[in-house]
C-alpha cells in the first residue's frame, strides 16, 4: 500500500480516486463505515480507493498544549487502512496554510492538485477557513461527495472521544468493542535498567512517545512480533512508583518467552487492566505481586479470543 503526501504529486494510477477524507484516529467502528463506504464505491467505479488523514492532528495546531490523545500512529494506519481494502493513505501536514484555505481553494486542492473524483466523509466532517466548509459545501465546488452516518451502539455514537474516555478509567473491554480490536501500543524495544531481568520478569521497554495515556497500572496483554507471534503477557504501564527515578514506560512482561527484542518494533494490545500502580518497600513484595500480576494475566487471557 502506497503512503502519499499532499505536498507531492498523486502517481497517475491513483489519480480519478474516490477518497475517504477525515483524520480516522483510531479507525474505530465509525470511521471503518466511512472507508468502507469510500472502497466499495471506488471499485464499483473501477477507481483507486485513497484514505486521507492528516499529521499532525489538527488539535495540536489550534490547542498546542493539549495533553497526548493520539491512538493511532500513522504507520499504524497504513496498516488498518490497507486491511479495510484502500489503494494507499494521503498524509495532509495540517498547517496554519492548509487551515486557513477557503473552502473552495481546499476543494481545489482535491480536485486539481490530487486528482480526486468524489469524497466520502463522516456528517459532522468540516474544512476550511473556521471550519466553514460541510459536506453539502462539496458538490456546489463541483466535488461529488457524500456522507456516511455515524455508527451507534447501546451508549450511543462511536467516537475517538469515548474510546479515550474508557482507557483513561481502564475500561479496556469498552474500548476494543469501539475499535472492534484492542487498543495497541507500537513502538521500538529500547534497554532499560534491566532489573526485571534480574528478578525473573524481564520486560521489553517502549516509550508511550504521542499516544493518549491509558489509565496507569497493571495490564494483561498481548505482544504482536514483527514475525507476526502473538505472545501473552502482563504490563506495567507508568511511572514505575517503586523505583527512582520514575519514567514513564509501558514494560510488557511475556510469558514463557526468552528471545531479545531489542531494537525490534512491537505492538503491545491492552487487553484487561489488573489493578493501578502501587509502591512497595523492596523487591521481596513487589515480586511477590508481579508473580500474582502474572497469574492473573494468563487466567484472563486464556479466557479472552484473540482480535486482529
Known sequence: MERLSS?????????????ALGNFDGFHAGHQAVVGRAVARARAEGRPAIV???????????????????????DQRQSLFAAAGADAMLVFAFTAELAALEPADYV??????????????GQDFTFGRGRSGSIASFAPLGLPAEAVAPVRDG???????????????????????????????????????????????????????????PAYGIYAVRGLLPDGRLLDGAANL?????????????????????ESLYGQDIEVQLIHYLRPEAKYDGLDPLMAQIARDCADARQILAATPHLA
Open 52 to 74: 486521507a488523514t492528516f499529521d499532525p492532528h489538527p488539535m495540536r495546531l489550534f490547542n498546542p498544549g493539549t495533553p497526548h490523545f493520539r491512538l493511532t500512529t500513522l
Open 155 to 213: 451508549g450511543g455514537i462511536i467516537s475517538s472521544s469515548r474510546i479515550r474516555d474508557a482507557l483513561k478509567s481502564g475500561d479496556c473491554g469498552t474500548a476494543a468493542r469501539l475499535l472492534t480490536r484492542p487498543f495497541a501500543i507500537r513502538g521500538t524495544v529500547q534497554h532499560g535498567d534491566k532489573l526485571g531481568r534480574t528478578i525473573g520478569f524481564p520486560t521489553a521497554n517502549l516509550d508511550l512517545g504521542s499516544y493518549l495515556r
Open 108 to 121: 481545489r486542492v482535491l480536485t486539481d492538485h490530487l486528482g480526486v473524483a468524489a469524497v466520502v466523509t
Open 238 to 258: 507508568g511511572i514505575r512508583p517503586s523505583f527512582d527515578p520514575p519514567k514513564e514506560l509501558l514494560e510488557p512482561h511475556f510469558f514463557d518467552f526468552s
Open 7 to 19: 505536498s507531492a504529486p498523486v502517481p497517475a494510477a491513483l489519480r480519478g480516486s474516490i477518497m
